[in-house]
């Protein structure tokens, strides 16, 4: 093993995927903390590395390979777990892999720690049980100053079965996270200087405990002292209750105007294939009541592209619906087969043509984002700044513009008014003119200049 830095081992975590692995991993570099490791850079030297994994697609599969085997070859003798929904589904790959000491499936990640003292193994451990529909609580640990937005998981799992999707497989089923649980992680995150909590899940709308449902959580959260914003991230156009829409308006809640609703389609004829829960007209009419009840909310979207009954008709269809109706933006994602889902039987686009479907759509997407960031450009938005970058301190309004600023004062997880001056590439470049105390006060004083 490497040296030890002032008697402490080095750890290094590492996260591919989404922004809910993102939460999980914060969650596991927190419990190395508080057993005295002391964290690097993925990468560098170490003595035990937990990589959290991604199987969205055979791309994000290669990837975790990919990221295991590079650490491997610089640390051949860390110890070296590999956690999450990769683990979940494709254990059987990973134990190939050379230098890998422990595999663990979903529900068991958080209980990693537990095996690490046991020492390189010629062959992994692999422990990987089956995923229930139970309620859960997560343990945390922390206290350490945390100046951004942090993610906060309240959700797991996924009941939905699209016909492409392999994670109710990774994931399990649907299934929620105590209340009182997620609350207590807030409450600490926020005595840590967190000012704006990011909900994540893999299908949030559908969160229901004994105590309630999505509304409540936001309300409970709304009532924690410091805490500034509340963003929800994806959610299921069916799972969204419209009681969100006066939240989202009153500038007394935390509740941010900004909504990401996956689409994937376009085409009613591709939706029914991929087994989605609504038609194209349910959709659209959803997302212009929400484009008119609340004021300056942002909707982006995910869309598939080369789906195998997808062909040009189809795609162009997506197009004419992404472009003619109010989204902001919209990430794409192509089609990737993944075993075992009913899509992957489907015969249809190479890859050729979902490249360059692919390639058109986003620059599709940048030319509505662009757009979209433009016609604020005169206007005074509320920005939270976060670390400063190249002399530039960059921040998100609270409808998900992202915005640099220059000033000679500290604005780390400030809040401040900003006038958008004009846009540059994918930012908006403004100038600084009030620091604000809270986005509550923020939300008043725009009021009053109308």
Not at 207 to 213: E, L, P, R
């Amino acid at each position: 093993m490497v040296s030890i830095l002032n008697n402490q081992l080095r750890a290094s975590v590492h996260t591919l995927g989404c922004r809910l692995n993102q939460s999980e991993t914060f969650l596991l570099r927190d419990q190395l903390v508080a057993r005295g490791y002391h964290i690097v850079p993925f990468g560098e030297p170490s003595d035990l590395a937990i990589i959290n994994t991604c199987t969205v697609t055979r791309s994000a599969d290669a990837k975790c390979r990919a990221a295991i085997r590079g650490y491997i070859r610089k640390n051949p003798q860390a110890f070296v777990a590999v956690v999450g929904c990769y683990s979940q589904i494709g254990y059987k790959a990973i134990s190939e892999v050379p230098g890998v000491d422990l595999i663990m499936g979903n529900r068991e990640k958080f209980q990693v720690l537990d095996y690490a003292s046991l020492g390189k193994n010629n062959r992994p451990v692999i422990i990987r049980d089956r995923l229930t529909k139970e309620d859960f609580s997560i343990d945390f640990v922390g206290d350490t100053p945390f100046n951004k937005r942090a993610n906060l998981k309240i959700q797991d799992g996924c009941s939905f079965i699209c016909s492409f999707c392999i994670i109710p497989k990774a994931r399990g089923p649907a299934r929620s996270r105590d209340l009182e649980n997620l609350l207590d992680e807030a409450r600490q995150l926020v005595d840590r200087g967190v000012r704006e909590l990011v909900l994540t899940g893999v299908n949030i709308g559908t969160y229901q405990s004994c105590d309630g449902d999505l509304l409540t959580v936001l309300d409970l959260l709304n009532e924690i002292p410091g805490l500034d914003r509340i963003r929800i991230s994806s959610i299921e156009p069916t799972t969204i209750p419209a009681e969100l829409f006066p939240r989202m308006n009153d500038p007394e809640h935390a509740l941010l105007p900004f909504m990401h609703i996956p689409l994937q389609s376009g085409s009613n004829a591709v939706l029914k294939s991929m087994r989605r829960k609504y038609e194209l007209a349910e959709y659209l009419e959803f997302l212009y009541t929400a484009n008119e009840a609340v004021e300056d909310l942002c909707i982006g979207t995910d869309i598939m592209v080369g789906y195998p009954t997808e062909g040009e008709a189809e795609f162009k269809e997506t197009c004419r619906t992404f472009l003619e109706n109010p989204f902001s933006y919209c990430h794409v994602f192509t089609f990737s087969e993944r075993e075992t889902t009913p899509a992957a039987r489907l015969k249809g686009n190479d890859m050729p043509v979902k490249q360059l479907r692919s390639a058109k759509l986003r620059r599709l997407s940048e030319a509505k984002r662009y757009a979209h960031y433009e016609s604020y450009v005169g206007k005074q938005m509320t920005v939270l700044f976060e670390d400063p970058k190249d002399g530039r301190w960059p921040g998100y309004t609270d409808n998900y513009i992202r915005v640099v600023a220059k000033s000679d004062k500290n604005l780390q997880n400030q809040l401040a008014h900003v006038r958008m001056d004009r846009v540059v590439g994918d930012v908006v470049e403004g100038t600084v003119c009030t620091i604000l105390a809270d986005q509550k006060t923020a939300n008043r004083s725009l009021m009053s200049l109308g």
